[in-house]
């Protein structure tokens, strides 16, 4: 199984800021096989950016996703108000396909 | 519009058995693989298990295996559930998702509402 690792837990920031999420996994994934969803309370996930820089249908621009091997990177680049969440990875890497325990992004 | 519905959770006591299903619409249902996603209150998501469209593949979290069996039916434009042997630690509310994109590993992106499964005497 791949563990993914997300970090930090909780990140506390300001609208207008950039934040930088990480997901690293316990053995290589290739970037082809890396998602990341955000998740806001009583929400079901959205799928933001797939194959680890693509985004998804409808997702802003100011989301953007990056890495390779064992090291992934989701960036905000200019926070919005309606951005504040938890954002979790997943992988396809292996037939068990597991999520990050998530960050959330909230204001600070 | 492109939905998914689940259905069929509740409280139910340790040992138990309930049967989720998530109905769909709004998209060719039999050409995309589907996943089970849980969460538990308060924490992250947890994947359970994915069945492949005509159902020749399948897996399961270590957490569920010998006890959840996923199935599909997809002249119902349907995906079930069968969860056997509940414990406590199955609490949670359960989504259905469609990994609706050219291939599985574009992610899930259609998500039904969940609904919420209750182990406890």
């Known amino acids: 199984e791949i563990v993914l690792t997300q970090s930090p837990g909780t990140l506390s920031l300001s609208p207008g800021e950039r934040a930088t999420l990480s997901c690293r996994a316990s053995?290589?994934?290739?970037?082809?096989?890396l998602v990341w969803y955000q998740q806001k309370p009583g929400q079901a996930p959205r799928l933001l950016i797939f194959?680890?820089?693509r985004r998804a249908t409808g997702i802003p621009d100011r989301f953007s996703g990056g890495g390779s091997g064992t090291d992934f990177t989701l960036t905000i680049s200019r926070l919005e108000p309606e951005d504040f969440a938890v954002y979790y990875c997943?992988?396809?890497?292996?037939?068990?396909?597991?999520f990050g325990q998530g960050t959330k992004v909230e204001i600070k | 519009q492109v939905q998914l519905v689940e259905s069929g959770g509740g409280l139910v006591k340790p040992g138990g058995s309930l049967r989720l299903s998530c109905a769909a619409s709004g998209f060719s249902f039999s050409d995309y693989y589907m996943t089970w996603i849980r969460q538990a209150p308060g924490k992250g998501l947890e994947w359970i298990s994915y069945?492949?469209?005509?159902?020749?593949?399948?897996d399961y979290a270590d957490s569920v295996k010998g006890r959840f069996t996923i199935s599909r039916d997809n002249a119902k434009n349907s995906l079930y559930l069968q969860m056997n042997s509940l414990r406590a630690e199955d609490t949670a509310v359960y989504y259905c998702?469609?990994?609706?994109?050219?291939?599985?590993?574009?992610?899930?992106?259609?998500w039904g509402q969940g609904t919420t499964v209750t182990v406890s005497s």
């Open positions: 998702a469609s990994h609706g994109g050219t291939n599985y590993y574009y992610g899930a992106d259609v």
């Open positions: 194959g680890s820089s």
């Open positions: 997943q992988q396809f890497g292996s037939s068990l396909w597991t």
């Open positions: 053995q290589s994934v290739s970037s082809t096989y």
């Open positions: 069945i492949s469209s005509s159902s020749t593949f399948t």
